[in-house]
């Protein structure tokens, strides 16, 4: 530190402090900067005399006005249900059809469905529905058992494969390792492939077509477009629930893989399964 001295192009005196030859000038505080700084200080006391704000061993200070954030959550949240109330009962009396066709309810219902999907669903699904490796995309028009709002809410309140709801819906593949050859595993997956356009092997394709013929059209259709009653999918657009290439496919073939989707009528309230149904219904895929 050096000692304090004039500096010659402002005439300011400096602090006495210098870092490399730069000198630290002495100037006063703008007045209006000094004046804003006491007036927090004074309204931050003010604050603290007012409303709780001092830890203590077991709580806060409680303040002055006595006021309460989980008191005015409390009383937000009273009146937002006691606010909702009606056209939850309203939602909870009509038909998801009705509830559609209304411009309110049909609203409400999007807006809590969306809600109830974030905490319920995007786990699985993916917050924007879009899906991944096991779990479908809820936004396009590839379903397993059907779009329309009667099958979605069957879905949604019964699950699929649920180990306790007795109407859950069930659809195994059967593991073909056990009745095919390797070598016929991989021609009917072959021939699986290219159904989607991609071109394969015709000494592949071919008796691949029959071994599907034999084995799978029973379930999926003789032109692998799937049946929704069995919830087989569509194998012929291309859009993998489960595998990705060729290779997956055949392993799926030899020993599939089976997802569960929990039952939520279980877990949730009427209101809120009908509110799912009709959200998930919008996103674009809906019948």
Not at 82 to 104: F, H, R, T, W, Y
Not at 153 to 182: K, N, S, W, Y
């Amino acid at each position: 530190m050096s000692e304090k001295h004039v500096d010659e192009i402002s005439g300011v005196e400096t602090t006495g402090h210098e870092w490399d030859g730069i000198r630290e000038l002495n100037n006063p505080l703008p007045r209006w900067w000094l004046w804003t700084f006491y007036a927090c200080i004074v309204w931050a006391l003010g604050y603290t005399v007012l409303y709780p704000a001092w830890p203590m061993l077991t709580e806060a200070t409680p303040g002055i006005l006595g006021y309460s954030s989980r008191a005015e959550y409390a009383a937000d949240s009273t009146s937002a249900k006691i606010a909702q109330g009606d056209i939850l009962a309203k939602i909870s009396q009509s038909s998801l059809q009705e509830i559609v066709a209304d411009p309110q309810m049909n609203q409400f219902a999007i807006a809590g469905g969306a809600s109830a999907f974030k905490v319920n669903c995007s786990n699985c699904h993916g917050s924007g529905a879009e899906g991944s490796i096991g779990y479908p995309n809820l936004n396009d028009n590839d379903w397993l058992w059907g779009g329309d709002l009667d099958t979605i809410q069957q879905t949604i309140a019964h699950g699929i494969r649920d180990a306790v709801d007795p109407d859950t819906r069930i659809a195994d593949m059967p593991a073909f390792g056990e009745m095919l050859q390797p070598d016929e595993i991989r021609q009917v997956a072959a021939y699986v492939v290219s159904l989607t356009g991609t071109p394969r092997d015709a000494a592949m394709v071919e008796p691949g077509k029959q071994i599907f013929l034999d084995n799978c059209s029973s379930c999926h259709g003789e032109d692998a477009k799937g049946n929704r009653e069995l919830g087989a999918p569509n194998l012929a657009d291309a859009i993998w629930l489960k595998v990705n290439g060729e290779a997956e496919i055949a392993e799926q073939v030899r020993a599939p893989k089976h997802g569960v989707m929990p039952a939520w009528q279980a877990r949730l309230s009427g209101e809120t399964v009908k509110q799912l149904t009709v959200y998930i219904h919008s996103l674009g895929g809906g019948e």
